[in-house]
C-alpha cells in the first residue's frame, strides 16, 4: 500500500511555509509539493510589525529590513496623518530561508511537482502529480494561491481588484521624509485632479537614495492598466521635482481583493490566497497568516492525534479555526466596505480615509488587522460613517444598492454556507 503523510501542502509560497514550518513541528508528518519548492518568491512583502506572532526560530527584527516607527498618509497638501504604528518590509529570502531551516529540522519533506488531481475517501486524499506520480496524505491543504484550483468556494464573484506598478529605483529627489514609511500619499497630481479609479503613491526609502515606489489602485474594478498606473507614477514623481536615476526592478501586482469565502464543508482544506484570507479592504495577508498558522496546525495534531479520526472532521475542525464564525460575519463587513471603496472618486476616497483613521488607534488598527469581532468591525464603520459628509453617505448607498448580494450577506453575517 502506498505511503501516507499525515499533512500534503501543495504551494511553497509564504502561506504554504508558514503553515508547513508549524505542521512539520507539531509532530506530524508533512510533505511540500510545488513546482520549484525552494525557488525564491518573486514578491516582496511588507506588513505591520504588531500582527507578527512571537515564534521560536523567528527572529522578526532581523527580517524586517527596513523597519518604520511610523507611517504616514497624506489626504491633503496641509499636513500628512501619522500613525504611530511600527511598519516594515519583510526580508523575503530571509523569512523563507527561516522557514525552510524550521520545517526541514522538524522533519518536513520536499517534493518538486505540480498537483494535477485531488481524490477524497475515507482514509483522506490521494494525490495525482502532474508527471504521473500518485501521493497520499490525510489532510490535504491547497496553498498553490489566488487561483486554487482545488479549493471550492461560495457562490459569488470576485468584483475588486488591488493593481499595483512598483520600482525599485535610483532617486534625484525624495518622493516623502525618508524616515517614515508613506503608506497612501492620495494627494492630487495635478491640483484638482480628479482621476477614475484613483489611486495612491506606496514609497519607502529602502537604502540611501534607493526607493521603492508603487502607484497603487487600493480596490478598483481591474480596469487600471499597469501602464495607466506607469505613467501616473511619471507624472507624480515629475510633480514633485524627483527625477529617476536608474529603475533596478519593476513589480505588476494585482491581487483579487474579495473572492467569496471557501466552503467550511469541503473535504480538503485550503490555507493563503487559497483560503481566501487576504484582507479585502488593504490586500495584505502574510502577517495574519503568520498569526493563524500556530493555531490550524495545533488543530490538525490534536484531531489527527485522537483515535480513529476522521480526516473530514478534522479538515472541517480546521476551516473553523481559519475561518471562524465571527469572522465569516466579519469577512462579509469587509467584502461589503471593499465593495463600496471600489466605486469611490478621489475625493469621497480621501474623505473616507480621513474619517477612518481618525477614529481612536485601536479601531482603525482592529480595522487593519482583522482583531475585532464583528461588533468591533460594525463600530469602526459605523464610526467612519459617522463622520462622513451627507453627500459621501449618499454615494455609500448607493454604492450599497448596487452590491445587493454582499449587502445581503453582511446583514445576515454571511451565514450559512
Ligand atoms: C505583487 C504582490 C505584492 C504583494 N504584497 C503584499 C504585501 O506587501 N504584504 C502582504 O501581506 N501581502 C501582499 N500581497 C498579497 C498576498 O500576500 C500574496 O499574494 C501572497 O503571495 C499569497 O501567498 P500564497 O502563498 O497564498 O500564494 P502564492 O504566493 O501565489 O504561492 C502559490 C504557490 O503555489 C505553487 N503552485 C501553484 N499551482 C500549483 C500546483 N498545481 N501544485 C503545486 N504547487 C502549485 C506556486 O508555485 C507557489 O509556490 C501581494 C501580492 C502580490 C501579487
Not at 167 to 183: C, H, I, N, Q
Not at 299 to 315: E, F, I, N
Request: hydrophobic fraction near 40%; glycine fraction near 10%; include cysteine.
Amino acid at each position: 500500500m502506498m505511503k501516507q503523510t499525515d499533512i500534503a501542502i501543495a504551494g511553497a509560497g509564504p502561506s504554504a511555509m508558514l503553515l508547513a514550518a508549524e505542521v512539520a513541528e507539531t509532530g506530524l508528518s508533512a510533505i511540500i509539493i510545488a513546482p520549484e519548492p525552494q525557488e525564491t518568491w518573486p514578491n516582496q512583502y511588507a506588513c505591520w510589525r504588531d500582527e507578527l506572532p512571537d515564534r521560536p526560530g523567528m527572529d522578526w527584527d532581523e527580517l524586517i529590513t527596513p523597519s518604520f516607527p511610523s507611517a504616514q498618509i497624506w489626504l491633503d497638501d496641509r499636513s500628512p496623518l501619522v500613525l504611530e504604528r511600527q511598519y516594515g518590509r519583510l526580508e523575503g529570502s530571509k523569512l523563507q530561508r527561516a522557514l525552510w531551516q524550521r520545517f526541514e529540522s522538524a522533519g518536513g519533506r520536499a517534493r518538486s511537482g505540480r498537483v494535477n488531481q485531488v481524490n477524497y475517501d475515507a482514509r483522506g486524499a490521494e494525490l495525482r502529480l502532474v508527471d504521473g506520480e500518485d501521493l497520499r496524505a490525510t489532510v490535504f491543504v491547497d496553498a498553490t494561491g489566488h487561483g486554487a484550483r482545488f479549493i471550492q468556494r461560495r457562490q459569488g464573484k470576485t468584483s475588486g481588484y488591488q493593481v499595483a506598478y512598483g520600482v525599485l529605483a535610483d532617486l534625484k529627489g525624495e518622493p516623502a521624509p525618508s524616515d517614515r514609511m508613506t503608506l497612501m500619499d492620495y494627494r492630487g497630481i495635478t491640483p484638482g485632479d480628479d482621476i477614475s479609479n484613483p489611486s495612491f503613491l506606496y514609497a519607502f526609502q529602502r537604502e540611501s537614495g534607493l526607493w521603492f515606489l508603487e502607484e497603487t489602485v487600493l480596490v478598483g474594478p481591474n480596469k487600471t492598466g499597469f501602464e495607466t498606473l506607469r505613467k501616473r507614477l511619471e507624472r507624480r514623481l515629475g510633480s514633485m521635482g524627483v527625477s529617476v536615476n536608474r529603475v533596478f526592478e519593476e513589480e505588476r501586482c494585482l491581487i483579487p481583493m474579495n473572492p467569496p469565502l471557501p466552503r467550511m464543508d469541503q473535504p480538503g482544506l485550503g490555507y493563503g490566497g487559497a483560503a481566501s484570507m487576504v484582507h479585502p479592504a488593504s490586500g495584505y495577508m502574510v502577517a495574519y497568516a503568520a498569526g493563524r498558522a500556530p493555531r490550524v496546525a495545533s488543530c490538525l495534531a490534536h484531531g489527527l492525534g485522537r483515535s480513529g479520526s476522521d480526516p473530514r472532521q478534522v479538515v472541517r475542525e480546521a476551516w473553523d479555526v481559519i475561518w471562524p464564525r465571527s469572522d465569516r460575519q466579519s469577512h462579509a463587513l469587509y467584502r461589503l466596505g471593499s465593495n463600496i471603496l471600489a466605486e469611490f472618486s478621489v475625493e469621497e476616497t480621501r474623505e473616507f480615509f480621513r474619517a477612518f483613521f481618525e477614529q481612536p488607534k485601536s479601531r482603525w488598527r482592529g480595522y487593519h488587522s482583522r482583531s475585532l469581532d464583528v461588533r468591533g468591525v460594525m463600530a469602526s464603520m459605523w464610526g467612519t460613517f459617522g463622520q462622513l459628509r451627507p453627500e459621501i453617505r449618499k454615494a455609500m448607498f448607493a454604492a450599497i444598492a448596487r452590491n445587493p448580494r454582499e449587502a445581503w450577506e453582511a446583514m445576515r453575517g454571511g451565514l450559512p454556507e
